[in-house]
């Protein structure tokens, strides 16, 4: 029996993503995917990707209506970019940890204590969050954006502390303070975890996203000449991207949220890619599924709001970031 449970299944998906797809046309929607959600949901997206490049492209399609799957503030940023569209979330309980670490609150009292410094914001936060913002980044471009910025002005870097520490050794800027807030999925990727896997792993390549815990790790098995240099790369989920699509590699070893090897394994087939930590998996990102989303399609369900005056000066920061660079196509 277990094969025809397997085809009912299969036809039921198959069906399920078939509906999805009208609706969306019938409601001249664009389904948007964030690269850590399930399966099921990226391979029915029209397109899938980072939060901003995903936002930025928003701003950018022909459809009246974004359904984005992935969690409240990426939402929050298609609507500050593209606030003539309707944006909606198809789980509003899908928050985000990293996010959750800062209140616009914390920015104004940090601000505070640091008169005339520039506050840098990674993308991960909240709309509020961004409009406390000088400049937005991504993990991608953060080092140019802190490049941009007078060497000596103060900068305030948030919320990531992982990310911030990454951005300071690249840049080598003393005048960083950064937050010590973290995503508690990429935290859990630690630095002996790494190295146990990599000791295991003598010939795999390893990707290690700047937010994770063992970034550091990373680096100092290359810096003691522990792994060769090209085999460790610190990458932007984009950087993973076009680091898969062209190596040769027979394992690569992902240090980021588990979701992200459904879109390596499509960019390369013939190499093998694992986690370094099979338990990375954020349960925002997997919050919504095919029958969510279409509830979402069908109802209009939950429709995501920013009130003007916070998304004018949240859309400055991001512009200013924008303006320094393109971010790539997976900019976290």
């Known amino acids: 029996m277990a094969p025809v449970t397997a085809t009912a299944d299969s036809t039921t998906r198959q069906e399920r993503a078939q509906e999805i797809r009208r609706l969306a046309e019938e409601h001249n929607a664009v389904i948007l995917a964030h690269n850590y959600q399930r399966p099921e949901i990226q391979d029915v997206a029209h397109h899938t990707g980072d939060s901003l490049a995903l936002s930025r492209l928003a701003a950018r399609v022909e459809a009246e209506t974004i359904v984005f799957c992935g969690v409240h503030f990426m939402a929050e940023t298609a609507k500050i970019l593209a606030p003539q ?14 996010a959750g670490t800062i209140t616009a609150e914390d920015v104004r009292v940090w601000k505070a204590e640091h008169p005339g410094a520039a506050v840098v914001a990674y993308v991960n936060t909240t709309a509020a969050v961004k409009a406390e913002t ?14 941009s910025i007078p060497e000596d002005q103060e900068i305030l870097f948030l919320p990531d502390q992982f990310l ?3 951005v300071k050794r ?8 950064v937050w010590m807030g973290e995503c508690h999925v990429h935290a859990g990727i630690d630095g002996h975890t790494l190295r146990e896997r990599v000791a295991s792993e003598p010939d795999a390549e390893v990707y290690v996203h700047p937010e994770c815990g063992c970034a550091t790790s990373a680096l100092y098995l290359v810096g003691s000449g522990a792994v060769p240099e090209d085999r460790v790369k610190v990458l932007s989920t984009g950087g993973m991207l076009d680091a898969a699509a ?26 093998r890619f694992e986690a370094v930590n099979s338990r990375a998996e954020c349960h925002y990102m997997k919050m919504i599924d095919s029958e969510k989303l279409l509830d979402s399609l069908r109802h209009g369900t939950t429709e995501i709001t920013v009130d003007s005056t916070t ?6 920061s991001v512009e200013r970031m924008v303006a320094i660079g393109r971010p790539s196509r997976g900019g976290e």
Not at 246 to 271: C, F, P, S, W, Y
Request: charge should be positive.
């Open 85 to 98: 569209k309707k944006v909606l979330l198809p789980d509003p309980n899908a928050g985000c940890s990293l």
């Open 134 to 147: 000088d400049i937005c980044c991504t993990s991608s471009n953060a080092a140019d954006v802190i490049r």
């Open 164 to 166: 911030g520490a990454h």
């Open 170 to 177: 690249v840049t080598g800027r003393e005048n960083i303070h």
């Open 246 to 271: 062209k190596t040769d590699a027979e394992k690569v070893l992902i240090a980021t949220e588990t979701g992200m090897l459904h879109q390596l394994r499509n960019a390369n087939d013939t190499t």
């Open 311 to 316: 998304s004018e000066r949240a859309r400055r």
